[in-house]
């Protein structure tokens, strides 16, 4: 029976954070530090131990690149003493045979406990939840969502700052592709945290996730297009990648790349207590120099997944539970407004729903005025016209 001062996950799917209130989340926090304290990470003690043989499996869907989420998941399960199977690219699994998505996820769901799917399509992570009868957990689906980066995000900010409200936190790069700002900013909003926005005009965050912010907190995130504007004022800086392989045609990609590097002058003018984020992998965006700065924090951000992902596998699978009752701040998300879609339904071509044809079309609405029409897989605008993607790599 579940106590008062507790939450449960037990059996449920996390696709976005929209999926947890602000108290699961804090919670997670919190079974993330027990777990992180198991492993000895960030302790100069021993650790404690682990918890010994799990008979539960986890699955791994990878139908793209990932060498931190796909790894950190597979060390939590086993730290947890559980086991692992899966794919780690598209080409060793049945879609290169044309096998739907839904029809992968039922078999693997059939041989796992608890699956963890990333793939190039938006919407594709909640097609897995749809048809799979084990908890699923998104581990990044096109541009949309990387619900567990956000959690490992908000894990550094939660160890090093020891709070989740009150910060201001720069999200800078392509806030256009980045799936892992298009999670971390409302998030970081409904926690009772203000977000900037520093990106070339090119790369701007999406209208959809704007109004994510507002929704949260009722104030638009500054926008500004050079670091040195704002970077006095942070709390914690997020650099991103140039999502390259989200861009519509290599000219497009090629216009951008390279706009933005931080670099030890620009550093200079930040706080002493500022912390370097980035959910890497990095390429140019921050200069090398800068690792050797004691606000550089990636690669601490980057141990912490672990003790995330161990915390939330344990709670989906019914293992543990979450502490609640502390930090009761931050806000949930409202329930949205469903409509039928379109006549031509999506017209994102990396939607999910142009691979998987037995799904249907459908809209929802993001508060605003007027509010603003987005697919429900995808979250692209419905008024948006989605130029035709050249095949490039
Ligand atoms: C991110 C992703 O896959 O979205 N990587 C990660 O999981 N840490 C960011 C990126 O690829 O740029």
């Given at each position: 029976m579940q106590r008062k001062d507790e939450l449960s996950l037990t059996g449920r799917s996390v696709t976005s954070l929209e999926d947890l209130s602000a108290s699961e989340i804090v919670g997670l926090m919190h079974l993330a530090d027990d777990m992180a304290k198991a492993i000895g990470l960030g302790?100069?003690?021993?650790?404690?131990?682990?918890?010994?043989?799990?008979?539960?499996?986890?699955?791994?869907?990878?139908?793209?690149?990932?060498?931190?989420?796909r790894l950190s998941f597979e060390a939590a399960m086993?730290?947890?003493?559980?086991?692992?199977?899966?794919?780690?690219?598209?080409?060793?699994?049945?879609?290169?045979?044309?096998?739907?998505?839904?029809?992968?996820?039922?078999?693997?769901?059939?041989?796992?406990?608890?699956?963890?799917?990333?793939?190039?399509?938006?919407?594709?992570?909640?097609?897995?939840?749809?048809?799979?009868?084990?908890?699923?957990?998104?581990?990044?689906?096109?541009?949309?969502?990387?619900?567990?980066?956000?959690l490992t995000d908000l894990f550094l900010l939660w160890r090093r700052k020891e709070r989740l409200d009150g910060l201001t936190v720069g999200l800078c790069g392509d806030l256009k592709y980045?799936?892992?700002?298009?999670?971390?900013?409302?998030?970081?909003?409904?926690?009772?945290s203000r977000v900037m926005?520093?990106?070339?005009?090119?790369?701007?965050?999406?209208?959809?996730?704007?109004?994510?912010?507002v929704e949260a907190c009722g104030e638009r995130p500054r926008e500004v297009e050079h670091l040195a504007e704002v970077i006095?004022?942070?709390?914690?800086?997020?650099?991103?990648?140039?999502?390259?392989?989200?861009?519509?045609?290599?000219?497009?990609?090629?216009?951008?790349?390279?706009s933005y590097v931080l670099t030890p002058e620009l550093l200079s003018a930040a706080p002493q207590g500022m912390l370097v984020m980035h959910p890497l992998p990095r390429v140019d965006e921050i200069a090398r120099e800068v690792d050797a700065d004691p606000r550089a924090a990636y690669f601490e951000q980057a141990a912490g997944g672990v003790p995330v992902r161990m915390a939330l596998i344990a709670a989906v699978l019914g293992l543990q539970?979450?502490?609640?009752?502390?930090?009761?701040?931050?806000?949930?998300?409202?329930?949205?407004?469903?409509?039928?879609?379109?006549?031509?339904?999506?017209?994102?071509?990396?939607?999910?729903?142009?691979?998987?044809?037995?799904?249907?079309s459908e809209a929802i609405e993001i508060a605003g005025d007027p509010p603003l029409l987005v697919c429900s897989y995808c979250e692209q605008p419905f008024t948006q016209t989605v130029l035709a993607m050249e095949t490039w790599t």
């Amino acid at each position: 029976m579940q106590r008062k001062d507790e939450l449960s996950l037990t059996g449920r799917s996390v696709t976005s954070l929209e999926d947890l209130s602000a108290s699961e989340i804090v919670g997670l926090m919190h079974l993330a530090d027990d777990m992180a304290k198991a492993i000895g990470l960030g302790t100069d003690h021993e650790p404690e131990g682990s918890p010994g043989f799990l008979d539960r499996i986890l699955g791994l869907l990878f139908f793209e690149p990932s060498t931190r989420t796909r790894l950190s998941f597979e060390a939590a399960m086993l730290r947890l003493g559980g086991s692992c199977i899966g794919f780690a690219e598209a080409a060793s699994s049945s879609a290169a045979k044309g096998e739907s998505i839904a029809d992968t996820a039922r078999i693997v769901a059939s041989y796992a406990d608890v699956l963890v799917v990333r793939h190039p399509l938006a919407g594709a992570a909640r097609v897995v939840a749809e048809a799979a009868d084990v908890p699923v957990i998104n581990a990044g689906d096109g541009t949309r969502a990387h619900p567990t980066q956000a959690l490992t995000d908000l894990f550094l900010l939660w160890r090093r700052k020891e709070r989740l409200d009150g910060l201001t936190v720069g999200l800078c790069g392509d806030l256009k592709y980045g799936r892992t700002v298009h999670c971390l900013a409302p998030v970081l909003a409904r926690l009772g945290s203000r977000v900037m926005c520093i990106s070339p005009p090119a790369l701007r965050m999406p209208e959809v996730t704007l109004r994510k912010v507002v929704e949260a907190c009722g104030e638009r995130p500054r926008e500004v297009e050079h670091l040195a504007e704002v970077i006095g004022e942070l709390d914690a800086l997020y650099v991103t990648r140039v999502q390259r392989e989200r861009f519509a045609s290599l000219a497009e990609f090629e216009r951008v790349a390279g706009s933005y590097v931080l670099t030890p002058e620009l550093l200079s003018a930040a706080p002493q207590g500022m912390l370097v984020m980035h959910p890497l992998p990095r390429v140019d965006e921050i200069a090398r120099e800068v690792d050797a700065d004691p606000r550089a924090a990636y690669f601490e951000q980057a141990a912490g997944g672990v003790p995330v992902r161990m915390a939330l596998i344990a709670a989906v699978l019914g293992l543990q539970k979450l502490p609640a009752g502390r930090d009761l701040r931050g806000r949930d998300v409202p329930q949205r407004v469903r409509r039928p879609a379109d006549a031509g339904g999506c017209p994102n071509p990396r939607c999910v729903l142009a691979h998987e044809p037995a799904l249907v079309s459908e809209a929802i609405e993001i508060a605003g005025d007027p509010p603003l029409l987005v697919c429900s897989y995808c979250e692209q605008p419905f008024t948006q016209t989605v130029l035709a993607m050249e095949t490039w790599t």
